[in-house]
């Protein structure tokens, strides 16, 4: 992977030791992926008070042993793209020593999921979610998600945490939008 990136530091409002920087490409581009014909049949995680108000912070793709097992050609590609999203920063010096903490996640008792964190602003997800209903292109809320059915969506690298203390480091995922057909 040929990247050419700047790491902006960012304010928290914890008391962490974890610094977090968010990855700027260098060429004024998105470093974009898109991914087709995913599920996730388990794993989204939010809060709601009422139908109408939810709290959507997280996207889980899934794979079941089987679909791992079977070498499923999205399973690898998705697999190897955060692995090689991932394991890209561990080429800067300062990282040698460290741990990576993975987005790919190993649940033995079905599979894998790969973490994605969706964008907020004021406690509100604005992720985009766009359902094709009859031909007809519908921006949904998230709490009209069909986790049963396949979804199309695009992610990038959002930002680099280091947590000097414990010598670890992560790249948090985000889904910018995520197209789904109902029909």
Known sequence: MNLDFSLISYKTNNKSQIEKYHIIDNNNKVMKFKICNAYAPFGRQYDHQTKCSINQHRLNVCFTLDEIKNNNSLYLELTNLITEIETFFKEIDDFIDYQLISNIIDRTSYGKVIRFNLKKLNNKTT??????????????????????????FEFYPLCLWIDKTNKKYGVSLLIEKVIQIIS
């Not at 979610?129 to 009859?134: A, G, K, M, P, V």
């Not at 921006?139 to 199309?152: A, H, M, T, Y």
């Open 127 to 152: 992720s985009k979610l766009i359902q094709i209903i009859n031909g007809n292109e519908i921006e949904s809320e998230w709490i009209d998600f069909k986790n049963d059915l396949k979804f199309n």
